[in-house]
């Protein structure tokens, strides 16, 4: 057992990169900041269609086994200002990742495809694909982030309340998950950009 930035109990990390100590000059067709939801997205896609790209996090770079899924090791690593994070007023906390992956890191691994509202409020800010290449793309989403049904066994006491709460008010009971998430996967199962990286390449 080793000690990870203040972090017992998990496995001495295993250092795949290279540590960046000074200055760094780097040339990039393109340079993107996050690589939460958006940024790594973009960033793969640019990649693999032929772009290079420089991706920057302000969060530290984790996996799997530096993972011992315990709020309190957990949140100050994976979540900004440890949780801690609220608006100006201090009333509002929000809740936001900060390390490579982002907030997909510590989701719930809730999934839905875009509800059709959704898609015509894009559409009229300008989104213009066809039916045919919003199920493809959503298609092609779910496929790379190994969407599933939520099977019934998987179902705790408090979700099946919840569900029964749902269902009484007249909410949809489609459930489907993405992985196990919320306090970081050990086995890394909530597919995040540290998972789905550009073909062929490492972070
Ligand atoms: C606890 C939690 C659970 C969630 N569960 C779900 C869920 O189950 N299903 C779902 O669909 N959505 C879920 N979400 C929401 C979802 O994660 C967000 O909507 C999504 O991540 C937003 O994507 P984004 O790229 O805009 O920003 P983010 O994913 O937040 O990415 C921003 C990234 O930029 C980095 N960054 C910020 N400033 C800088 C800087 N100056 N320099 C370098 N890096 C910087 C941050 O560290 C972060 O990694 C959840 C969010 C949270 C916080």
Same mark, same amino acid.
């Given at each position: 057992m080793g000690v990870i930035f203040g972090l *017992?109990?998990?496995? #001495? #990390?295993? *250092?795949r990169y290279e540590v960046v100590s000074g200055d760094v000059v780097e040339t990039a067709d393109v340079c993107i900041i996050g690589s939460g939801a958006a940024g790594a997205v973009l960033a793969k896609e640019l990649v693999e269609g032929g772009r290079s790209v420089v991706l920057l996090e302000r969060g530290g770079y984790y996996e799997g086994?530096?993972?011992?899924? #315990?709020d309190l090791d957990m949140m100050p690593l994976l979540w900004k200002n440890g949780g801690f994070n609220f608006d100006d007023n201090l009333r509002i906390p929000i809740a936001q990742g900060s390390c490579l992956g982002g907030p997909r890191i510590i989701k719930e691994a809730v999934c839905f495809d875009p509800p059709l509202r959704v898609i015509s409020e894009w559409r009229t800010l300008g989104?213009?694909?066809?039916d045919r290449e919003w199920s493809d793309h959503t298609a092609r989403v779910n496929r790379t982030l190994q969407v599933t049904d939520v099977s019934e *066994? *998987?179902?705790n006491r408090n979700n099946r309340m919840v569900r029964q709460g749902a269902k009484a008010i007249g909410l949809n009971d489609h459930r489907r998950t993405a992985?196990?998430?919320?306090?970081?996967c050990s086995a890394d199962s909530a597919i995040s950009a540290v998972i789905t990286k550009p073909n062929g390449t490492s972070w």
């Open positions: *017992e109990d998990v496995p #001495r #990390r295993n *250092e086994s530096d993972m011992n899924q #315990r989104v213009d694909f066809t *066994e *998987e179902l992985g196990i998430a919320s306090t970081a």
